[in-house]
């Protein structure tokens, strides 16, 4: 069973940085792409980052500026998000999500898997 | 704005049908056979339910089904049951620097 367990959410002051990671166990996330999808309370689902299975190539969605680094460690089955200059638009449920198609060595795009999320909120 | 159009809500009785449309565009949905549709009840993530149109994921109930037609896709759902209660998302894949995109997400209400 894939389990994906994201950390290290919670409150950061505008101009902040934080870090998520997202610990996964039934999978190798070398084997498949990965992403980071974000939430913000109320609305819709968005795409922040992807990284492709085959050679790690990270991939921004479009509405990500430069501020967002994602990265992985496969010898930790780990993925990690870096966020920079923190505003109130980052304010979000971040989610961990196993991703299938191009991403993977196929076709297409689409999540099969999702972590439980964690959340980011942004105060002074 | 969501890049893909769904309607904010719907509505039906138990053991009655309703049908989820989502809008895009001939660059997305109208060019490409990669639609997929998640449901996510309060609290809790998203769950995959339907991809590339209208495949079902192993264990998802067959009451759950996709079509496309032209820029716009469609989830139906039969026999509506009280814990069909819940939030839907489409998405598609876009060849575009977005490489995926979603809708707004529909509350699916059971009366």
């Known amino acids: 069973e894939v389990q994906l367990l994201e950390s290290g959410g919670g409150l950061v002051q505008p101009g902040g940085s934080l870090r998520l990671s997202c610990e996964a166990s039934g999978l190798s996330i070398g084997s498949y792409g990965m992403s980071w999808v974000r939430q913000a309370p109320g609305k819709g689902l968005e795409l922040v980052s992807a990284?492709?299975?085959?050679?790690?190539?990270?991939y921004y969605g479009a509405s990500v500026d430069g501020r967002f680094t994602m990265s992985r460690d496969i010898s930790r089955n780990t993925l990690y998000l870096e966020v920079n200059s923190v505003g109130g638009e980052d304010a979000a449920l971040y989610y961990c999500a196993k991703v299938l198609g191009w991403l993977s060595g196929g076709l297409g795009f689409w999540f099969d898997s999702w972590g439980q999320g964690i959340l980011v909120t942004v105060s002074s | 704005q969501s890049a893909l159009t769904q309607p904010a809500s719907v509505s039906g009785s138990p053991g009655q049908s309703i049908t989820i449309s989502c809008t895009g565009s001939s660059s997305d949905i109208g060019t490409y056979d990669h639609v997929s549709w998640y449901q996510q009840f309060p609290g809790t993530p998203p769950k995959l339910i339907l991809y590339?149109?209208?495949k079902r994921p192993s264990g998802v109930s067959p009451r759950f089904s996709g079509s496309k037609s032209g820029s716009a896709a469609s989830l139906t759902i039969s026999g509506l049951q009280a814990d069909d209660e819940a939030d839907y998302h489409c998405s598609s894949y876009t060849p575009t620097n977005s490489y995926v995109l979603f809708g707004g997400g529909t509350k699916l209400t059971v009366l």
């Open positions: 990284i492709r299975a085959s050679d790690g190539s990270v």
């Open positions: 590339d149109v209208r």
